[in-house]
């Protein structure tokens, strides 16, 4: 049996907003955009190369306007693997991106804590060489 995850659905603020951060400041790219409703798009993005990538969901409500920049109570909430840390580390900086916690070396590869346009924490990291 193979199974995989499609997407990550993530609660934004804005599309246009999102979209923007995203694809300018992370390098992401943007899959698609579909208009489903006046108030409603299918939009996905993903890092290059990636099989699974997030599903920007703009919040309906304010139940849903409360989870925005914080949907696992201040955990860090995605781990994104990067071939070339330095080069990311770097955009992250030259980008205003806030960094949590600089970056550190651990068993498992290199790792630093940033936070998205929301406030959201991932994980940017350079797994160690097998």
Known sequence: ???????????????????????EKLR??????????ETKRWVRVAPPGSECGLLLAKAANEEQS???????GGRVFL???TDDFDRDHRNLIEQGIHIVR??????????LVFADL?????????????
Do not use: C
């Open 1 to 23: 049996m193979k199974q995989q995850l499609a997407h990550i659905a993530i609660v934004v603020s804005d599309y246009d907003e999102a979209i923007a951060f995203y694809t």
């Open 79 to 81: 781990f994104l693997h």
């Open 102 to 111: 600089e970056p550190v070396v651990e068993t498992w590869g290199k790792v």
């Open 28 to 37: 992401f790219q943007l899959l698609e955009d579909t208009v489903l409703s």
């Open 66 to 72: 409360s989870r925005v920049g914080n949907q696992t």
């Open 118 to 130: 929301y406030g959201n924490l991932w994980d940017l990291i350079a797994p160690a060489a097998k």
